[in-house]
T-cell receptor, first 113, second 120 residues
Framework: GAGVSQSPSNKVTEKGKDVELRCDPI?????LYWYRQSLGQGLEFLIY????????KSGLPSDRFSAERTGGSVSTLTIQRTQQEDSAVYLC???????????FGSGTRLTVV | AQKITQTQPGMFVQEKEAVTLDCTYD???????LFWYKQPSSGEMIFLIY??????QNATEGRYSLNFQKARKSANLVISASQLGDSAMYFC?????????????????FGSGTQLTVLP
């Protein structure tokens, strides 16, 4: 597609439920990144993919968080047993390579009640 | 230690004036890239400008320019002739180790941001 697409745009879930967030990057972008932005805060790195592999998943905050990417394209971020502190905007971005900036999606606003 | 430091949580500027948003960074890599992004209240992240560590000239993109002082490890964003639509959060970011391996694109590390308000 023309841009990075994220779905859903908003998600309200009950504490303890699992959620899946989806990111569809720009076609041909080999690198894909997930960030989390809590209210009024900067961007916290979660994980990045080069193709289907994840060379750096150091930012995942706990083992409740996991992500995968298939076909070098769509990525899914899964949060199991959600907690209230997981409430944030989850941003996905893709990039053509090292010297290029990111193109961000519009994010998924997750609210855990 | 913080890799990217933005010391101005909030800034105000009068419409049509220039404003400088500060950013300092910390890296031991020789090859790195510096980026600025704008995030309006709608939430999207908009890429503004890029400076490579080996670039000899300061980057410019329209009304945006990057005042790159390598020895001081600063990469300040200058916005000339501010407009009301420039009111937003601005993030400085860095990608380290650009030349470590081909095909491997490391993540950007972001600063905490500066909220810019342009006054009419």
């Amino acid at each position: 597609g023309a841009g990075v697409s994220q779905s859903p745009s908003n998600k309200v879930t009950e504490k303890g439920k699992d959620v899946e967030l989806r990111c569809d990057p720009i076609s041909g972008h080999t690198a894909l990144y997930w960030y989390r932005q809590s209210l009024g805060q900067g961007l916290e790195f979660l994980i990045y993919f080069q193709g289907n592999s994840a060379p750096d998943k150091s930012g995942l905050p706990s083992d409740r968080f996991s992500a995968e990417r298939t076909g070098g394209s769509v990525s899914t971020l899964t949060i199991q047993r959600t907690q209230q502190e997981d409430s944030a905007v989850y941003l996905c971005a893709s990039s053509r390579g090292q010297i290029w900036g990111y193109t961000f999606g519009s994010g998924t606003r997750l609210t855990v009640v | 230690a913080q890799k990217i430091t933005q010391t101005q949580p909030g800034m105000f500027v009068q419409e049509k004036e220039a404003v400088t948003l500060d950013c300092t960074y910390d890296t031991s890599d020789q090859s790195y890239g510096l980026f600025w992004y704008k995030q309006p209240s709608s939430g999207e992240m908009i890429f503004l400008i890029y400076q490579g560590s080996y670039d000899e000239q300061n980057a410019t993109e329209g009304r945006y320019s990057l005042n790159f002082q390598k020895a001081r490890k600063s990469a300040n964003l200058v916005i000339s002739a501010s407009q009301l639509g420039d009111s937003a959060m601005y993030f400085c970011a860095m990608r380290e180790g650009l030349l470590i391996s081909s095909g491997s694109a490391r993540q950007l590390t972001f600063g905490s941001g500066t909220q810019l308000t342009v006054l009419p």
